[in-house]
């Protein structure tokens, strides 16, 4: 029984990790998204059909992260779903 513990401890510490990470890599996606738009609307020497592919770019970006986010819980879910038979 207390090896299923600690392995449980070590997953919640995982997903702990990888949640600071994200929020970490979504807190810098989020600056680089508002210094592009800040760029973009300045730029009056690039064309529109430019700016558009860049801010489809930016938003694919996001939903790309946020699908893997989405993911990356479900899989810590389906393995929390495993110890909850072995709890002391």
Do not use: H
């Not at 401890?9 to 996606?29: C, G, L, P, V």
């Not at 893997?68 to 038979?85: L, M, R």
């Amino acid at each position: 029984m207390e090896q299923f513990q600690i392995f449980k401890q070590m997953t919640q510490f995982n997903k702990t990790a990888f949640d600071n990470s994200y929020n970490t890599i979504e807190m810098f996606r989020e600056q680089n998204e508002k210094m592009t738009s800040s760029l973009l609307d300045q730029a009056t020497w690039m064309p529109e059909e430019g700016k558009k592919v860049i801010n489809e770019w930016m938003k694919g970006y996001k939903k790309g992260c946020e699908d893997f986010k989405k993911i990356v819980d479900q899989n810590y879910k389906n393995v929390e779903k495993c110890f909850t038979g072995f709890s002391k």
